[in-house]
């Protein structure tokens, strides 16, 4: 009787890993074709994301903080290779806020410990840093990190500085004021006026994101419709994708929804895109 039972228990053991082995085979097969699918068309180069809904699904779950803040993490490190499998080589993410800095002590030191951890498993051996060829920027005012953090962002930065198959912005400590004011400060301090006036093409030489193209898409998760301080500068002709899902919940799905809608709108987009490219150059010309 006991070996009966035993094989009965092995046997269903058995049905159960075939069966998800089956359901993930089949997952994996549809994934591919939908990334075939969605790649025919106009794909984004460069994707924003504010990853908004840690902390609510933390409560949602009645887990601790840190555990929202950890589950966010996986989640970002699935939509960063569901990104670049798609032939999208820019992805900034909004990580960490300068005014993020008003929060509890205690969270805070947390959130600096982990970001310290997770940017460390960043360049692993085996990391999606080495797998797709990412390299790493940290871009902020660094200043403001503890030093184990800062340390460990540049360790990052030097170890992918080489890599060029793809790119991913880390925005940490980041406000878009902040960085406007210092592409003003860089374009005075190096003497880069033209005309004796600042124009916008001398601030953008100084922005972080200076070697980088402007995002297409920007989503915000958690159904918050508001910048936040994030990249102001950037965005004038993004599509602004905002989802009530919550960070930590954002799938593959939710990324080929987000996609598709840029791809309804881009030619309204490219339109005004080269409109405004129109008005510049003729603005030069006078």
């Known amino acids: 009787m006991a070996s009966y039972s035993a094989f009965k ?12 082995f089956l359901a993930n085979s ?18 984004p180069n460069h994707v924003a994301i504010i990853m908004d809904g840690n902390r609510r699904y933390a409560t949602k779950r009645n887990v601790k903080k840190l555990k929202g803040h950890e589950f966010g993490y996986n989640s970002l490190m699935h939509t960063l ?3 670049y499998e798609l032939g999208i080589k820019y992805v900034s993410v909004y990580a960490f806020s300068i005014e993020n800095f008003r929060r ?15 940017l460390e498993l960043l360049i692993e051996k085996g990391s999606i840093v080495n797998k797709y060829g990412i390299r790493v920027q940290i871009i902020g005012d660094l200043s403001l990190f503890p030093q ?15 890599n060029d198959r793809a790119v991913l912005n880390i925005c940490a400590p980041y406000t878009g004021t902040q960085e406007i004011a210092q592409a003003v400060e860089g374009v005075i301090k190096n003497g880069d006026l033209a005309e004796k006036e600042i124009r916008a093409e ?4 100084h922005l972080y994101t200076s070697n980088c193209p402007e995002p297409e898409l920007l989503i915000r998760t958690s159904g918050e419709t508001r910048l936040s301080n994030f990249f102001l500068w950037q965005t004038s002709f993004s599509l602004l994708y905002a989802t009530p899902t919550l960070w930590p919940e954002f799938t593959f799905r939710h990324l080929i929804r987000a996609i598709l809608e840029y791809q309804r709108a881009y030619p309204f987009l490219q339109k005004q895109k080269d409109q405004q490219q129109k008005l510049v150059s003729h603005q030069h010309h006078d």
């Open 9 to 20: 228990s092995f046997s269903s053991s058995c049905f159960q890993k075939a069966a998800a």
């Open 26 to 43: 089949i997952y994996q097969i549809f994934r591919r074709f939908v990334i075939w699918i969605v790649s025919a068309g106009s794909v």
């Open 81 to 83: 290779r569901d990104c």
């Open 104 to 118: 509890s002590k205690e969270e805070v030191e947390t959130l600096m410990n982990l970001m310290q951890e997770k």
């Open 148 to 162: 184990h953090v800062r340390e460990a962002a540049e360790r990052a930065m030097a170890f992918s500085r080489n």
């Open 202 to 205: 001398d601030i953008e030489r």
